[in-house]
């Protein structure tokens, strides 16, 4: 069924993953156990999700949907069993797409990149921090003249 990336972290004996379907054309996110037994699909294919991210403590794995497009997409959380699939952000389609997204070292915090959608287009991205709810989401970058993205938290002094 397509092509299979590997998305850290790995906690303890599990990693999660997102899997291409050629003929769905979409992506769904897996997790497997490490030594390649109990693959299984935690998310539906219509999400078109990717790029997962376990939370510190395991409980959760965070994702973004709609991958394939360009003008929506939504930050989402999981159980790594599947269950309680919710999202947490709920940005219209065509007002913007929120891009891959990080826990922060407690647990208690995203951060993600919105890019905004104007008359259609995309613009550049900045770097949002929330909350585990999608609440109090806070530009931390606030530029409009860089494109920024692909956050992760960091653990020492920068």
Same mark, same amino acid.
Request: positive net charge; glycine residues 10%.
């Given at each position: ?15 999660a993953f997102?899997?291409?379907?050629? $003929?769905?054309? =979409?992506?769904? /996110?897996?997790? #497997? @156990?490490?030594? *390649?037994? &109990?693959?299984?699909? +935690?998310t539906?294919? %219509? ?21 394939? $497009?360009?003008? =929506?997409?939504? /930050?989402?959380l #999981? @159980?790594p069993? *599947?269950? &309680?699939?919710?999202? +947490?952000t709920?940005? %219209? ?44 989401a806070r ?20």
């Amino acid at each position: 069924t397509g092509v299979q990336t590997c998305a850290l972290p790995i906690y303890r004996s599990h990693l999660a993953f997102e899997r291409f379907s050629d $003929s769905r054309g =979409r992506q769904a /996110i897996f997790t #497997v @156990r490490l030594d *390649g037994t &109990r693959a299984r699909r +935690i998310t539906p294919w %219509r999400l078109d999700a990717s790029q997962p991210y376990y939370s510190p403590d395991g409980r959760w794995i965070a994702f973004r949907s709609d991958e394939s $497009s360009d003008r =929506r997409g939504n /930050i989402w959380l #999981v @159980r790594p069993n *599947g269950r &309680r699939l919710h999202a +947490i952000t709920h940005t %219209r389609a065509g007002t913007g797409k929120w891009q891959s997204c990080a826990f922060s070292p407690d647990g208690r915090y995203l951060v993600s990149a919105l890019t905004p959608i104007v008359g259609g287009e995309p613009q550049n991205a900045d770097v949002y921090v929330m909350g585990l709810d999608g609440g109090h989401a806070r530009n931390v970058t606030n530029t409009k003249r860089y494109w920024e993205s692909a956050p992760d938290w960091g653990v020492g002094r920068a």
